[in-house]
């Protein structure tokens, strides 16, 4: 069973195209995000949402655009690609309460622009 | 700003020689610091949460230690699959529970 799902797990586009990436998570979690991981490894928070409502929105280019249908959901749309944005993209979910766990993350979608 | 940083950036160790990972950590006040393991191509797996100082948590050969400052994971007699990148966030206390990463350590362990 699959905690946190991603599609597609490799995308190549060319500059200035709409791309979407697509999140599902079956554990019942309130909370969801976008995470970027650079070539550096380094994992960045881009999105949170927390039952379909936007809570944290860092210094991402309005290019991106997070689109939440329901609790279970965490799309990701991204309009005009530059070369910047080539990297793994990470959705991730969490459960509130007092441990503020976030244990699960997606497998990652591997973006490459040309 | 919070800041994590994480020392070695990589390190190779032979299978059984045992070591230490550090994350040092900057934040106003500490929710919970989280080791994770990210083998290649893969997200990050969740691995140990740690809430206050002195804390200790331990699962197989790995064990995590929290001060005020740091973190350590400890790594005792360690196998080729112990092999990956460990990484370290800190969650901020009043923050929407999103994580701040250190850029991880490599770990090598060969047989």
């Known amino acids: 069973d699959t905690a946190v799902s991603q599609t597609p797990k490799y995308l190549v586009t060319q500059m200035g195209n709409d791309k979407s990436i697509k999140c599902e998570q079956n554990?019942?979690?309130?909370?969801m995000y976008w995470y970027k991981q650079d070539s550096k490894k380094f994992l960045k928070i881009m999105f949170s949402y927390n039952n379909k409502e936007l809570i944290i929105n860092e210094t991402v280019p309005n290019r991106f655009s997070p689109k939440s249908p329901d609790k279970a959901h965490l799309n990701l749309h991204i309009n005009s690609l530059e070369l910047g944005d080539s990297a793994v993209y990470f959705c991730?979910?969490?459960?509130?309460?007092?441990?503020?766990?976030?244990?699960?993350f997606g497998p990652g979608t591997r973006l490459t622009v040309l | 700003e919070d800041q994590v940083t994480q020392s070695p950036e990589a390190l190779r160790l032979q299978e059984g020689e045992s070591s230490s990972l550090n994350c040092s950590y900057t934040?106003?006040?500490?929710?919970?610091l989280f080791w994770y393991r990210q083998d290649p191509g893969k997200g990050p797996e969740f691995l140990f949460t740690l809430y206050s100082a002195g804390e200790e948590k331990e699962k197989e050969r790995l064990k995590a230690t929290l001060t005020k400052k740091e973190s350590f994971l400890h790594i005792t007699a360690p196998k080729p699959e112990d092999s990956a990148t460990y990484l370290c966030a800190v969650q901020e206390r009043g923050s929407a529970r999103q994580l701040t990463f250190g850029s991880g350590t490599q770990l090598t362990v060969l047989p």
């Open positions: 934040v106003s006040g500490l929710r919970g």
């Open positions: 991730a979910s969490s459960q509130g309460g007092s441990s503020g766990r976030v244990g699960y």
């Open positions: 554990l019942g979690h309130d909370t």
